[in-house]
């Protein structure tokens, strides 16, 4: 099993960048997890989808931690950044840096507001057409940002590891 | 008769504080999404002011520039959280309790965030810059 970490690397930041992945893909879990229970009109799918929601909290805060250990990484005079912009792959840096790091932060409001929707309206959510489409069109435009965030993360990395 | 007439006139009661209790929750959680909207838009508008005023070593970037490692990104973020947080605290003190249609927020909620994501697009930024 332990050979298996080494495909993660020895680098200083393979772990983290390894962390920040997994912890992305946790995320994509977690709004997929939350768009089926979002779509099933169950108390028992209620239940799954608030459980979701704490987990899009918190796996989204923690992947911008891990996000921004490794930016520092990315950033350094060896970086990534120097080595995309000195053979001059531009769009990989502009498109595949400086807009999935933004992309990235979306999920994190997203995530707190719909959490914080779906304790709030509680045993009143069964009652509101509303809250539902409100939650759904919300976790689309998470799923948009953070799917795109992810695809542009893995295609920087393919151009050149952190 | 009194009787039914009674009961009638309380379930209808009830009937109308359980709408306005479910409707003081939506207008609640609309807020919660039009806080976190302004949050959104402020990121953007940051970096587009970032990006209009000399980018990295303008004064907007070296003021955002709270984690030397990290760079102007760092500030964006810090100050985003603050103006979300704040937003958020304002809007639940003026709009809860007061007659607002969730839907009407929540509208506004979307306008932002749709801006705030075409603002971070780096071919619309270019457009400004």
Redesign the interface.
């Known amino acids: 099993m332990f050979e298996y970490f080494k495909l993660i690397g020895s680098g200083p930041n393979d772990l983290s960048a390894a962390i920040h992945g997994g912890l992305g893909i946790i995320l994509l879990a977690a709004f997929i997890w939350a768009v089926e229970a979002v779509l099933n009109k169950s108390p028992e799918a209620f239940k799954r989808l608030k459980i979701g929601s704490i987990v899009m909290a918190v796996s989204s805060f923690l992947t911008?931690i891990y996000g921004?250990i490794i930016?520092?990484a990315y950033?350094?005079k060896d970086g990534v950044q120097p080595w995309l912009k000195d053979n001059n792959i531009y769009w990989f840096h502009?498109?595949g840096m400086?807009?999935k790091?933004?992309?990235a932060?979306?999920s994190f409001?997203?995530a707190?507001?719909i959490a914080?929707?779906l304790f709030?309206?509680?045993e009143?959510w069964f009652?509101?057409d509303?809250?539902r489409k409100?939650v759904k069109?919300?976790l689309f435009?998470a799923i948009f940002?953070t799917f795109g965030a992810f695809i542009l993360g893995a295609a920087v990395t393919k151009a050149k590891a952190i | 008769m009194s009787n039914t007439v009674t009961t009638e006139s309380r379930t209808a009661s009830n009937r109308v504080t359980n709408t306005v209790t479910v409707q003081v929750r939506e207008v609640k959680s609309a807020i919660a999404f039009l806080a976190a909207g302004l949050g959104l838009l402020s990121v953007s508008i940051l970096n587009l002011l970032q990006s209009l005023t000399g980018g990295l070593k303008g004064p907007v970037g070296t003021f955002l520039t709270l984690h030397q490692g990290i760079g102007p990104y760092s500030g964006k973020q810090v100050f985003s959280v603050l103006v979300w947080f704040i937003a958020w605290a304002v809007l639940k003190k003026s709009l809860s309790g007061k007659d607002f249609e969730p839907a009407k927020i929540m509208r506004w909620a979307y306008i932002l965030i749709v801006a705030a994501g075409l603002l971070v697009f780096p071919p619309v930024i270019e457009l400004f810059v």
Do not use: G, V
Request: proline content about 3%.
């Open positions: 911008i921004n930016y520092i950033r350094a502009t498109l400086e807009f790091e933004f992309a932060l979306f409001p997203l707190i507001a914080y929707t709030t309206m509680s009143d009652k509101s509303w809250a409100t069109i919300s435009i940002f």
